[in-house]
């Protein structure tokens, strides 16, 4: 979905078919800090980004390096788009975010330097593993809390939370990253345009109410949701049913869920965007007060269950 007033963006499954891999020199140089980074290990591309380790030649310090070809960027949306997401991003300081360090550009390309997440995202680990235990999903989702609710504190949303966009560190820690959708609000405005499609959409954007910070609620509903049950709440085999259960808040929490995590699931899930709890009040929830919290989670957790205690 894309209700924005202007001609419409390519979507980014657009832009990926037409996307070749950019040309990366093997040795990439920021001359505004006068230094070298060795290209290493490709890390996953998105839309318009192909991200490899970049190595630090003096220092050997590793980070992602986001490439952005500038062929991509030929259009005035575009080079706002990228210049929108790292002036949101550049600012952010939290452990529960990924940190941007510095953005610089040559010939070919724009470069952007991000803290290493080598563990993947919560995506590859959903893949493997489907649902998780309630004591990692516990863990999980409080962390992804605290970073939205620094973005909220600061009058940032995220507007793109989903498993891909929460990537992990070597400690198991989780990063939320990918600013691409996030903006910053001013005052009690409410939101009425949004370009590109989130993932876990909710129902006050697909009727378009204008919408707020509550949407990264829902979107932490939805993603507690999958962590706890395998499957997406909405999903179905058509979008156009996935979008009509969403605005009938049509879903359905399995029987043998834990109360305490039913009801905090459908306190996020609300269909009224001011009935759902704010950050501080979702941290406060019993479901984490009251059930085990591992203070942090090997990283065999990624392919095998956990063994607690
Ligand atoms: P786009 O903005 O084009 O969607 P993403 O931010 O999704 O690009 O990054 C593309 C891919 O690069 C991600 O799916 C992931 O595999 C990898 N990636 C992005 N950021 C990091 C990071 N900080 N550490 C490790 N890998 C990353």
Request: hydrophobic share 35%; charged share 25%.
């Amino acid at each position: 979905m894309n209700i924005a007033p202007r001609p419409l963006p390519p979507s980014k499954s657009q832009v990926r078919r037409d996307k070749q891999p950019p040309e990366v020199p093997q040795n990439v140089y920021d001359s505004d800090r006068n230094i070298y980074y060795e290209k290493g290990k490709f890390l996953g591309k998105g839309g318009f980004a192909h991200c490899y380790e970049f190595i630090n030649r003096e220092t050997r310090q590793m980070v992602a390096g986001k490439v952005v070809p500038k062929s991509l960027l030929v259009k005035q949306y575009q080079r706002d788009k990228m210049a929108q997401e790292v002036q949101i991003h550049r600012n952010l300081s939290h452990p529960n975010v990924v940190k941007l360090f510095h953005f610089f550009e040559d010939r070919l390309n724009v470069y952007i330097t991000l803290e290493l997440c080598p563990r993947r995202s919560l995506m590859e680990l959903h893949k493997r593993r489907r649902a998780v235990t309630e004591p990692e999903a516990r863990y999980f989702t409080y962390h992804i809390v605290q970073g939205v609710q620094y973005l909220h504190a600061i009058n940032i949303i995220h507007r793109d939370l989903k498993l891909g966009n929460l990537f992990l560190n070597d400690n198991m820690e989780v990063k939320i990253g990918d600013f691409g959708l996030a903006t910053t609000m001013k005052g009690d405005e409410r939101k009425t345009t949004l370009c590109g499609t989130p993932n876990y959409i909710a129902p006050e954007v697909l009727k378009k109410l204008g919408h707020s910070f509550e949407v990264d609620i829902w979107a932490v509903g939805c993603i507690l949701y999958i962590l706890l049950f395998g499957t997406p709440p909405f999903e179905s085999s058509t979008l156009e049913e996935t979008y009509s259960r969403i605005k009938h808040n049509n879903y359905t929490i399995p029987v043998e869920a834990n109360s305490s995590a039913a009801t905090l699931i459908r306190c996020l899930l609300h269909q009224s965007p001011e009935r759902r709890p704010h950050a501080a009040q979702i941290l406060r929830d019993r479901f984490f007060t009251n059930g085990y919290m591992p203070e942090r989670l090997p990283v065999s957790c990624l392919s095998m269950v956990p063994k607690f205690g």
